[in-house]
């Protein structure tokens, strides 16, 4: 990119997406100055990097209060990019039990998380501004997991779901259909001693 050379796209057949979402996000935001709510969105971005850094898990972009974050990309990992992301979101929800709203300190924050495994194509968009995005259905698929999931939940769909029953180690729960037509599985922790 710095030599002004174009940098060509790449389809990867097998990666994890990740999407969250802080639940309420507006209404926590609308009670705080803005200079307390980039204080927020910053001391939450750091502890959910931090938790990144330990996967092998690339962030895509944050955009206010939604993250989005692949695994099997651009390195690929066989398959075992659902449990790098599996693992991530347990981590991100952990963090959040001991995490405070500096100026709301008795509210908890609470996030969605939606998953979805599947093939994409990653290329850098723009000249003035270069971004690495993702493109495909996967990444569609993964966005309304979380936007249709439930507050405190890490939503997989089905495909997530097998991919994550071969890799093992993890519990998962049916949480049946909901009106997008996909199921649904939530991923919870198999033992709470566990570091994720």
Do not use: W
């Not at 066989?78 to 039990?97: D, N, P, R, T, Y």
């Not at 290329?123 to 493109?135: E, K, N, Q, S």
């Not at 997530?160 to 009106?179: P, S």
């Amino acid at each position: 990119l710095k030599l002004g050379q174009s940098v060509e796209p790449e389809s990867f057949e097998s990666v994890t997406v990740f999407f969250s979402d802080v639940v309420s996000f507006t209404t926590i935001a609308a009670r705080g100055s803005p200079l307390q709510v980039v204080s927020l969105l910053n001391s939450l971005y750091m502890t959910f990097d931090s938790i990144i850094d330990a996967h092998d898990v690339y962030k895509v972009e944050t955009i206010g209060d939604a993250y989005l974050c692949v695994s099997g990309l651009p390195r690929r990992n066989g398959h075992q990019h659902i449990k790098e992301i599996c693992s991530m979101s347990l981590g991100f929800m952990h963090a959040l039990v001991d995490f405070r709203i500096p100026y709301l300190p008795n509210e908890q924050l609470n996030l969605r998380i939606g998953l979805h495994s599947g093939a994409v194509v990653a290329g850098v968009v723009g000249l003035t501004m270069p971004r690495y995005c993702l493109f495909g259905d996967t990444v569609n698929t993964a966005s309304r997991m979380e936007s249709n999931g439930k507050a405190g939940k890490i939503h997989l769909s089905s495909e997530a779901n097998r991919m994550l029953e071969q890799v093992g180690g993890y519990q998962t729960e049916k949480r049946g259909e909901v009106i997008i037509k996909v199921q649904l599985i939530i991923l919870s922790p198999l033992n709470t001693r566990y570091k994720y």
